[in-house]
Nanobody, 115 residues
Framework: QVQLVESGGGLVQSGGSLRLSCIAS????????MGWFRQAPGTQRELVAT???????HYADSVKGRFTISRDNVNLTVYLRMNSLKPEDTAVYYC?????????WGKGTLVTVSS
């Protein structure tokens, strides 16, 4: 069993910053790709950023230059540093871990950006 626990969400003004954290535990190791997705009300869940075990990073176009994903393979933690936040970044942010056909999700943390 794998658990992903997110933290760091909250209310922030437009232009502000937040850092999300996700700690993985259970039957998981550093071979998993990890990432962040988000879902705003009335929309589908979308990819925000991913970080492979080997160090490659991928970002959605909407967050490039503003968000930075990083991971700690020793402590099985993934972070998402979010700068220059916009109201359209408001969503529930979910942590994801994936390896081959195994995929796990956290319960999400709410980020609200006020204008």
């Amino acid at each position: 069993q794998v658990q992903l626990v997110e933290s760091g969400g909250g209310l922030v003004q437009s232009g502000g910053s937040l850092r999300l954290s996700c700690i993985a535990s259970g039957n998981i190791n550093s071979s998993y790709g990890m990432g962040w997705f988000r879902q705003a009300p009335g929309t589908q869940r979308e990819l925000v950023a991913t970080a492979s075990p080997g160090g490659s990073r991928h970002y959605a176009d909407s967050v490039k230059g503003r968000f930075t994903i990083s991971r700690d393979n020793v402590n099985l933690t993934v972070y998402l540093r979010m700068n220059s936040l916009k109201p359209e970044d408001t969503a529930v942010y979910y942590c994801n871990a994936r390896l081959y056909d195994m995929e796990y999700w956290g319960k999400g943390t709410l980020v609200t950006v006020s204008s």
